[in-house]
């Protein structure tokens, strides 16, 4: 439930970068500062977050969100909290715990990228299985991480997705007072494996590409 979160900062970073660098270089020269423009708009990202507990009144709309939520709660899925983020300002997001199902989901409002629904299974070896309604962004995931993404998908539709195709190994447990913590841990794991790796010209490319298309 983090991976799409990184990856939609990152490209909103990347895109105004690009953007802004098209304007006083031609394409030959930006070809060359691709890598360049990724590792920084990586790099601005904070290495830690913290939820801030909060209520209805944080959603732009919230509406929108109480019609993604209902779905899963109707599926077992436990409601663990609204949530802004200091770090990030604009960004409201809700979690949600299936604890039988050991699956949590995640609720975001982003001021550019939107509203998206991310349902995610973590493994004891640090790998997860996410399935998403944000669009593909172009930005790889992390070896041995699943990311699946269906725009526009019905919540419940997504969720039966995530049960059929996510690994059959053991998963990590799902609490509602596990859930902050598990998602404050799995962005600083993320993102400083993110920062470390770094990120290639080719997923710049494709991030940009996809941004304009």
Same mark, same amino acid.
């Given at each position: 439930?983090?991976?799409?979160?990184?990856?939609?900062?990152?490209?909103?970073?990347? $895109?105004?970068?690009?953007?802004?660098?098209?304007?006083?270089?031609?394409?030959?020269?930006?070809?060359?500062?691709?890598?360049?423009?990724?590792?920084?708009?990586?790099?601005?990202?904070?290495?830690?977050?913290?939820?801030?507990?909060?209520?209805?009144? $944080?959603?732009?709309?919230?509406?929108?969100?109480?019609?993604?939520?209902?779905?899963?709660?109707?599926?077992?899925?436990?409601?663990?909290?609204?949530?802004?983020?200091?770090?990030?300002?604009?960004?409201?997001?809700?979690?949600? $715990?299936?604890?039988?199902?050991?699956? *949590?989901?995640?609720?975001?409002?982003?001021?550019?990228?939107?509203?998206?629904?991310?349902?995610?299974?973590?493994?004891?070896?640090?790998?997860?299985? =996410?399935? =998403?309604?944000?669009?593909?962004?172009?930005?790889?995931?992390?070896?041995?991480?699943? =990311?699946?993404?269906?725009?526009?998908?019905?919540?419940?539709?997504? *969720?039966?997705?995530?049960?059929?195709?996510?690994?059959?190994?053991?998963?990590?447990?799902?609490?509602?007072?596990?859930?902050?913590?598990?998602?404050?841990?799995? *962005?600083?794991?993320?993102?400083?494996?993110?920062?470390?790796?770094?990120?290639?010209?080719?997923?710049? $490319?494709?991030?940009?590409?996809?941004?304009?298309?």
């Amino acid at each position: 439930m983090h991976f799409g979160f990184i990856a939609a900062l990152f490209v909103f970073v990347v $895109a105004v970068d690009l953007l802004v660098l098209r304007r006083f270089l031609p394409l030959l020269a930006l070809r060359g500062t691709l890598q360049k423009v990724g590792t920084n708009a990586i790099q601005r990202q904070p290495d830690a977050i913290h939820l801030q507990a909060a209520d209805i009144s $944080a959603w732009p709309e919230a509406q929108g969100a109480l019609d993604l939520a209902a779905p899963l709660l109707g599926e077992g899925f436990q409601e663990a909290g609204i949530f802004t983020v200091p770090e990030l300002p604009g960004v409201v997001l809700q979690l949600l $715990a299936q604890p039988i199902e050991s699956m *949590y989901a995640a609720i975001y409002e982003h001021p550019k990228a939107g509203r998206w629904l991310e349902l995610t299974t973590r493994y004891p070896d640090g790998s997860y299985a =996410s399935f =998403s309604t944000l669009r593909p962004t172009g930005l790889k995931p992390r070896p041995g991480c699943m =990311s699946f993404r269906e725009p526009g998908a019905a919540p419940a539709g997504l *969720y039966k997705k995530a049960l059929s195709h996510r690994p059959k190994s053991t998963p990590q447990p799902a609490s509602v007072s596990g859930a902050v913590s598990d998602f404050e841990a799995g *962005y600083a794991s993320d993102i400083a494996w993110r920062k470390a790796q770094g990120v290639t010209s080719e997923e710049v $490319a494709e991030v940009y590409r996809r941004r304009v298309a």
